[in-house]
Each structure stands twice: as C-alpha cells, then as structure tokens.
C-alpha cells in the first residue's frame, strides 16, 4: 500500500523522478505602463520542486500563495515566465505549444469543482472519452465502450453512468467521473488542485480513499494541493509549504507536520481548527497579524517577514533560501529555523507527541 | 443593515417549470398567421403586379368586384386586390428578414467566436469594426449601400446582413468571453485539446441560446428596415410586392383611400409586435433574471 | 447604548433563552404541496453561550438558523411550530416588526461577506448607517460610533478607511466589516452562518477569535452554524447535529465529541483525516447524504449506517435523552459502546460496517 509509505518515510531517491520543477517562475500578465506592452506579475517566484513515481507531494498555503499558479504552470494553462519544468527529461516549459499539447496526456488534472470543471452538455462516457478524441490510439474506437465501463469501475461507479449527464449525479460523484477522465489518458502525474475542498465531509474521505487506492493500484503520481491541512497530512508522502510564491519549508510529511521549523508553518499548523480543541484554549495559537502582501510588490528579504513574530533586521536584507540547515532534517527558508521551538504550537508538539 | 438584510443564501426552491406568458402565446399566433400567410397565400392568390384593373380602382375595403368576389382589403389605384398584394408582400418580408438574420447571423457567429474566444488584435480589429459601423446610423449606411447596390431582394439581403452583423458578432462574443474562461475550457485544455476542438465542442454551444434570442428580435427590426428601403425606393422591384413600397404608394391618396398605405401598416405592425413578443419571451425563458 | 454593556460576562446555563426553537417544521411550499425540509428542530440559545448546528448541506441547518431571524428564502415557510425571539413569539410579527428586530435583535453574519455588503458604497457608511437610520443619530455621531467600532473589530486604521468601498477591503477585513455591521445596534442574539468557510486559515483564526471576544463581552447568544468540525469545536459550548432536516444528537460539545452516541456523528469524528490514520485509510460514511426533499422512511440515516436493524428502517426514532444529553438513534448504547476511551476523538473504535469495501461506492439517488 503506497498510502502506508509516508509512515516508512522511506529516504527520497528511490523512485524515479517524475516531475521536477527548477527556478519555476509564474504568473500572470498586466498591460504596462499608459496602456503600451505587456508586465508580468510572477505569482510563483523561482520555485523548486520534485515530484517522484508513484508518490504524493503535497502542496500547502493559503489564497494567494501561488499553489493554484503553480498547478496551471505545470499543466500547461499558463506559460511559466523563467525556469524548467522537467518531465520525463523533457522541459515542458521550452516546448512548442503542439508538442507541447502531446505530453498533455502524461500530466493530467483534477480541479476543485466538478460541476464547473466538466462540461454539463456531455454525457459521462463524452467526458471521459474526450481525451481518446485529442490524442488518437489510446483506446481503439470499439473498445471504447468498454473501457469507460472499466474506468467508471475503477472509480467506483457502474457502467450505468456513463449515458447519464453530470446533474444527475452528486458533486462526489461527478468529482469520480472528473478522476475517470484523468485517468483514461493513463499519466503518469495528476495534479490535484483543491480536489476534495468542495466536497461533504463525509464524502470527501470516500475521495482521498480512492485516490490512495488508485495510486496503490496503478502507480501514479500526484501532486496534491490544498488549503486543507488535514487533507495533505493524510495523503502526501512529501509536503511543501508555500508562502507568496515560494516554498518556504519542504520535507516528509511527518518532518513537516511534525516538526514545523518554519514560522508560517508553525503558525499554519496552529491556526487549523480541531476536533480537539476547546473554546477556552484558542489562546494558545499563533495568530498571525495582518494579511498577505501582494505579489506584484513583496516584501524585501525574506517575503514573510511583515507577518513573521521573529523577524528581525537581517530577514529585510538577506532571502532565506530554502536549504537544510544546521539544527533541521529537511529544508527551511528562515534564517532562524534552528531556533528554539520552546514556543511551540499545541497543533505542532500534539503531532510530534505520535 | 445590509448585513441582515442581504440576501439568504441560495434556497433549495424546487426548479419551477417556466411557462409561456399569455402575450408571448399572442405573439406566436400573429406570427405563425403570418408564416403561413407568406407560404401560402400567393399560392392561393397569386399576385401579378401589370394586372391592372381600372374600373376597379380606389375601392373601400369590402366592396364587391364585377366578377362577383368581394375585396376584403379594398383596392389599389391601379384597381389590384389589397389582400393579394399584402399577401405577396409578406413573403418578401418572411424571405429577407429570414434571408438577412441566417447571413448577418453566420458572419456574426463567426467572426463573435474568432474575437471572443481569441481576444487580441482579431478582437481589436473586429470590435473597432463594429464600434463605428455602430455609431454610424444603420438606416443611412443601408440607403448607401442599397443606392450602390440598386433594388434587388438579394441586394436588400445583402444590405440589411452587412449593417445588422455586428448585433449578431457582439452577442456572441460576450459569450465566448464568457465561456472561454469557464473551468470545463480550461479542463479540456489540460486534456491537450486543439483551438477548433474547444471551439466547436464548449464554446459554440453555449452560445446559440443568446444567437437565436438576438435573432428573433433582429427579424422584426429587419422587416421594419426592408419596409423603409421599399418606401424609399431603394429596397424591392416596383415589380414585386413589398409593404414599405405598398404605403409608399398609398401616400398621395391617404385622403381619399387610406387602406392602401394603411393596411400594411397595419400588418407590418402587427407582425414586428408579434415577433417582439416571441422574442421577449424566448430572452425571459433563457434569463429569467431579465425579466423586469 | 453601546452593545459591551449588555450583558456582564458568560452567563450560567438555566436563564431565560434570548432565543428558542420549538418544534420548528419548514417546508417548500409548491402550490398545495409542501415538501418538508426541516422537520421538529428545538433549540435555546443561552445569552453568553455558543450552540453550534453542525450538518452536511441539505441538512436544513441553514433554513433553521434563517427561521430565527425571519429571512426564510420565498417558497420556504415554517409550517408548525414557534420561534420565540426573547419571550416575544414572532408568529405574528409583521414585515415592519421584524425589519425591527434584525439588528437590534438578532443579527446575522453570513458566508460571504462580499455578498452582504452593498459594493457602491464606502464600507463605513454602511456600518454607521444603522445608526442614522434607526437610532436618529447625526452624521457625525454616526461617523463616530461607526469608526469606533471598525475598531473594536480590528479593522486598523479605521478613520482612513472609512471611505473606503468593499472591494477595497480584503476577505478578511470585509468579514470584520460584517461583523461590525451585525453588532452595530447591540443584538442579544448573533447568529452566524458559516462565517468563517470562505476565508484563508490564518485570517480564519482571526476572525473566530474576535466572533469569540464579541461574543463573550457582549454575553450574546450565538448560533455558529457550520460544517467543519473543527471551527465549532473552537467556538461552542454545546453542538447539535442535523441531518436531514432532524437534530440527530445534541449536547456539551466536549461530550458529543469524545462520547458520540449517534452513528452519524460517529461517522463524522471518523471521517476527519488528522494524520493518525491507520493503514492510511480513512473510514468515510458509505454512501450519499439524502434527498433533503425525499428522506428515506424510518431513521434517515439507516441507509448509510452500520448499526441499522429492521427497527431503524420503518420507526423514526424520537430525540430523546437527560442532563442536557440527547440522541435519536436506536441503538444509541451500541454506538456509545462501538466507541472507545475519553480521549480518542475519532480513532481506535473497532470498525463496524462496510468501511473496508475497496471503493465505497455512493449510493444511486
């Protein structure tokens, strides 16, 4: 069971790299000054990431961080700025837009909203099929039938499914048709924005069950982003902490989780209601101050600092890079991520407690 | 108080069935009076425009005929039966409004999708298009086109399609727009789907309903503009029937017949209401939120 | 009057409720047919207390928490019994009467707050509005207790901003805002629908930290309507669970959680991931929440449940219990029993259903 892997925290190197982001940059693009031209606003600024077979990276940050930027990059929705998206030894992000659209297959998407993410004219089989019509000679034209039917299997549903359209079917329900549709073109990665956020609750743990079946099963990757921290300590192997457009923090999930040694994870991690908690210790939490600057203007330094209760003089100098650094298993972008975590979260020791 | 009293959030309200209002059904009866009347009403009267018929003339509608038949509509001053005339004229109005709305339609259906699902200077360039063929008054552009064109129904087509393109192109890109940055566009493009496939297959169908209301509406419109060409002279043959041409010649005797310029009024009236109102309620039926 | 002084601190359980459920049935009403969505909701809300109203959507926890306040969506209407709003019952109420007692009654801070602020005017004459409007105050009055109040709900720099249009506030400023204007006339009861769900965690902490302190200066009686579990168990005292249209358990909040006695909340505390999985697999409810317009017969919930018997599928059970404890379930003691030590919220019960199925196929509606 692949799900069980984050507990083996099995060394990274393994497993073949499947994906791997270099000095990633992207965004979006504003006309310039009086009208004339074209400004580019980098939502991710000069990311790094890994993504190996068969394996989850989780991706963590609130609205505005750049994780949903970054997930459109890597699937090519928007063109990335500066840097490399390597994918099977191919840099995505220097290829032409056709050649470009046949590594499409490889790379598959789920998004947050199945009712707006599928077209609600189609028929369930239309919309898993739609892939076989891009990109020819995946499935022969009459095993096709049979191969929605397998794939509806796959994701839980009957073969009844497929002739009916997507308000019949509940929103998990249509969020299995929207996994089916990833699946057919068989990829390698599938990136997962906010795939369960719009889900019930009682539903959204069917999905992240199927999504950890379907790994086991057919040795595909995801790179998983949310909001929900919960979520991703479930279900990543691998978690990067993203704030305004870098990853700040990055190791094992259990690392991560367990021994937050950046400050915005710490104070993310704290600020994630509980069922354990109580009205009268919310005191304990790390509240932070203020909002998110923008990214067309960050911050000088460290890009956390407006916000960070440790900042000091040298974070508006120097950018923290995100190294392993002395004190800390995995790597960190603060100057102090070997300070003492005295002032530790209860989110932060209840996790390290296990 | 907004803060109370915004409103609730969505209701779980049944999906009530949107029924027809009564006028959109008076409308639909006037203008199926009307296609039939197109269809079959020179068959059954054919209209000959030399058969003139002098001891006959300027009579009030009602009157009997030498040969016994009554003429219900009166007759012209050439002594020709208003009904057969009116009759024959309905079906110029049915052929070019019909004729105009498929052609502005087609034109504007493609070049609203090249600019809507494109942007960019094709946007730019079709938009400013339309921007100044807008702010120019259609009626003249028409007569300037018409008067080059000289009077032919294919010509009146080609004169009404040319100024009525951009309503057709501007519905139609506000939808592209609209649709090319829905989720679905974006999935299919992940899938690695062409330009034409994401056109053809998700932004063409959502963007008939808008066509087909804003073509309802322009069939009136088109059919009060082929009337004004014809009464100017510039539109139809005086060889063929056309309402705007009949009233022209009715003119100089509104004292003494008024039924000659009065009854295709009257049904040129009639008609463009009732597509008026078949056209409103199509609109309501596709947003309900346009109602008032 | 300025709404600190209302009331002292926390008040004791056992006091008047500022406001009251009884028995509350709400229907869709389609000509002569009414469908039923809500059906028998009693609840008290306590001055200083907070009751949370926990549900899955389509569990009538929204159509409730509207009831109170008089703004049921047009078709819904409350069928039988009465919501009494401090002592007065509002059967009667008139359009006026009930204009009246929003605001200075009962106020309500919904989701999305850019949907309750009105985005062609500055957010500060919104907040002062209810000032000039309904406490005659003059401009500059009204000025004055609007800016002090952005204040008080943490929106910085609150003079400048006054003039400033929503648009220009960000998600969670705009929520403040909302707050601002829902405490604005001194309500003795807020009620709160999902008033955290659309923003960012971070700002989420914040804002429940100041519905929290309001809450607790002014001893409001606080309704937190929500689906996250975690969010209540930050904010209330005492939790009800919905599901479809019924209170299916209700109780402390400490006990609901660490006790459940009802399968669906069971289900519930076990389906929330919190990285303590066994195996990595999460134990999802089976199936699909119920058609809120066609529930099944007996208990709503036997079809998804994995204590259900005969008994479950064609008796409803009544809500029936003591000591501020209540559950409506059959076999209440089993779920108690299914259910392990104090301290394990969620985990460590013996599996008891279908749960191990490869995919737990939903439920054809």
């Known amino acids: 069971m692949t799900a069980t892997a984050h507990d083996t925290a099995a060394p990274a190197g393994d497993a073949e790299v499947v994906l791997r982001a270099a000095g990633l940059e992207a ?49 090519g929705l928007i063109p990335a700025f500066a840097g490399t998206i390597e994918f099977a030894g191919t840099d995505l992000a220097s290829l032409p837009r056709r050649r470009r659209r046949r590594v499409a297959r490889d790379v598959q998407m789920v998004f947050q909203d199945p009712y707006t993410s599928l077209n609600p004219r189609m028929t369930v089989a239309a919309v898993i099929a739609e892939g076989w019509r891009v990109h020819p000679g995946i499935v022969p034209r009459d095993r096709e039938d049979a191969e929605v039917a397998r794939l509806l299997d796959l994701v839980g549903l009957r073969p009844e499914h497929a002739a009916r359209r997507l308000h019949e079917l509940s929103g998990g329900q249509c969020q299995r048709v929207a996994i089916a549709r990833a699946l057919a073109l068989r990829p390698r990665l599938i990136v997962c924005d906010e795939a369960v956020s719009a889900l019930d609750m009682s539903v959204r743990a069917q999905i992240l069950n199927l999504l950890a079946d379907l790994q086991a099963e057919l040795g595909v990757a995801y790179l998983f982003i949310s909001h929900d921290l919960d979520v991703v300590r479930h279900i990543a192997d691998e978690v990067a902490v993203m704030y305004l457009g870098t990853v700040v923090e990055q190791g094992t999930a259990e690392q991560v989780f367990g021994d937050p040694r950046h400050p915005y994870t710490r104070a993310l991690l704290s600020a994630v209601p509980s069922v354990r908690d109580r009205p009268d210790d919310a005191a304990r939490e790390i509240v932070l101050e203020g909002e998110v600057p923008s990214p067309a ?40 991520a070997d300070a003492d975590t005295g002032t530790d979260t209860d989110a932060g020791t209840a996790s390290s407690a296990r | 108080m907004s803060a109370i009293a915004a409103a609730p959030p969505q209701a779980a309200a049944e999906p009530r069935r949107r029924r027809l209002p009564a006028r959109a059904w008076i409308g639909l009866a006037v203008v199926g009076l009307f296609v039939l009347a197109a269809l079959l009403g020179p068959v059954l009267m054919p209209y000959d425009p030399v058969a003139t018929d002098l001891p006959h003339r300027l009579l009030p509608p009602g009157s009997r005929l030498g040969d016994g038949s009554v003429a219900w509509l009166g007759t012209d001053q050439v002594g020709r039966d208003m009904l057969t005339t009116l009759l024959a004229g309905s079906r110029v109005s049915l052929l070019v409004g019909a004729a105009t709305v498929l052609a502005g339609g087609a034109v504007g259906l493609v070049a609203g999708l090249v600019s809507g699902y494109f942007g960019g200077w094709a946007d730019a ?55 090319r940055d829905l989720e679905f566009v974006d999935s299919a493009r992940v899938l690695g789907a062409g330009h034409l496939r994401i056109l053809v297959r998700h932004v063409l169908p959502s963007c008939w309903q808008p066509l087909l209301v804003a073509a309802t509406v322009q069939i009136g419109l088109v059919m009060v503009a082929e009337a004004s060409l014809s009464f100017l002279g510039l539109g139809i043959p005086p060889d063929q029937a056309s309402w705007g041409a009949t009233v022209a010649a009715g003119r100089d005797y509104l004292g003494s017949a008024w039924w000659i310029s009065t009854m295709p009024a009257i049904a040129l009236a009639a008609v463009v209401t009732g597509v008026g109102l078949v056209g409103d309620a199509f609109r309501d039926l596709a947003d309900p939120r346009a109602q008032l | 009057m300025t709404m600190s002084a209302v009331h002292p601190a926390p008040t004791p359980p056992g006091e008047d409720a500022a406001a009251e459920l009884r028995d509350v049935h709400i229907g869709f009403r389609s000509g002569r047919h009414v469908t039923p969505v809500v059906r028998g909701v009693t609840l008290r809300l306590l001055p200083g207390r907070v009751l949370a109203l926990v549900g899955e959507s389509g569990s009538g926890k929204s159509l409730t928490s509207l009831a109170l306040i008089g703004l049921l969506p047009p078709g819904a209407e409350i069928t039988s019994g009465s919501v009494v709003l401090g002592g007065d019952d509002t059967a009667g109420f008139t359009a006026r009467q009930w204009r009246e007692a929003r605001g200075s009654r009962v106020a309500m801070v919904f989701q999305d707050p850019m949907a309750a602020l009105n985005p062609g005017f500055a957010v500060g004459r919104q907040i002062a509005e209810p000032f000039r409007r309904r406490l005659g105050a003059s401009r500059r009055d009204a000025r004055e207790r609007a800016v002090a109040l952005m204040r008080e709900v943490g929106i910085a720099d609150a003079e400048t901003r006054y003039g400033d249009h929503p648009h220009e506030f960000s998600g969670g400023m705009r929520q403040r805002a909302v707050i601002a204007m829902a405490l604005a006339l001194g309500p003795s009861v807020l009620l709160a629908d999902e008033p955290t769900t659309a923003l960012d965690v971070t700002v989420q902490a914040q804002i429940l930290r100041l519905l929290a302190r309001r809450q607790q200066e002014a001893g409001l009686a606080t309704l937190l309507v929500s689906h996250d579990l975690g969010v209540v168990a930050r904010m209330a005292h005492e939790v009800a669970v919905m599901y479809a249209g019924r209170i299916v358990e209700q109780g402390p909040l400490d006990a609901v959680y660490t006790r459940p006695a009802h399968p669906y909340t069971l289900g519930l505390l076990r389906a929330m991931p919190d990285g303590k999985e066994e195996g990595g697999r999460l134990t999802p409810i089976a199936g699909l929440p119920p058609d809120p317009r066609r529930p099944p017969g007996g208990c709503a919930f036997h079809p998804r449940c994995p204590f259900a018997t005969d008994v479950c599928r064609t008796e409803d059970p009544p809500l029936a219990g003591s000591g501020g404890r209540s559950v409506a379930c059959h076999h209440a003691d089993e779920v108690r029993a299914a259910h392990s030590g104090p301290d394990s919220a969620a985990h460590g019960a013996p599996q008891s259903g279908p749960h191990s199925a490869a995919h737990s196929t939903e439920e054809d509606r």
Not at chain 1, 47 to 55: E, K, Q, Y
Not at chain 1, 308 to 326: G, H, K
Not at chain 2, 148 to 177: E, H, K, Q, Y
């Open chain 1, 27 to 75: 965004g979006y693009q504003r006309p310039g000054r009086h009208g004339f031209g074209r400004r580019r606003v980098p939502v991710v600024a000069g990311l790094d990431l890994t993504v190996r077979a068969g394996r989850t990276v989780g991706v963590v940050g609130e609205s505005g961080c750049g994780k949903s930027t970054l997930a459109r990059a890597i699937v």
């Open chain 2, 125 to 179: 360039v079709l938009s400013r298009v339309g921007d100044v063929q807008l702010a120019f008054p259609s009626i003249l552009l028409a007569i300037l086109i018409a008067g080059v064109l000289g009077p032919s129904v294919t010509n009146v087509v080609i004169t009404l399609a040319v100024t009525r393109w951009v309503v057709f192109a501007r519905v139609v890109r506000a939808s592209a727009l609209a649709t």
């Open chain 1, 297 to 336: 203007a960050p911050p000088s330094g460290c890009r956390f600092r407006t916000r960070c209760f440790m900042a000091a003089e040298r974070c508006a100098r120097d950018v923290p890079e995100l190294i392993v650094r002395e004190g800390t298993a995995h790597p960190v972008a603060c100057h102090f």
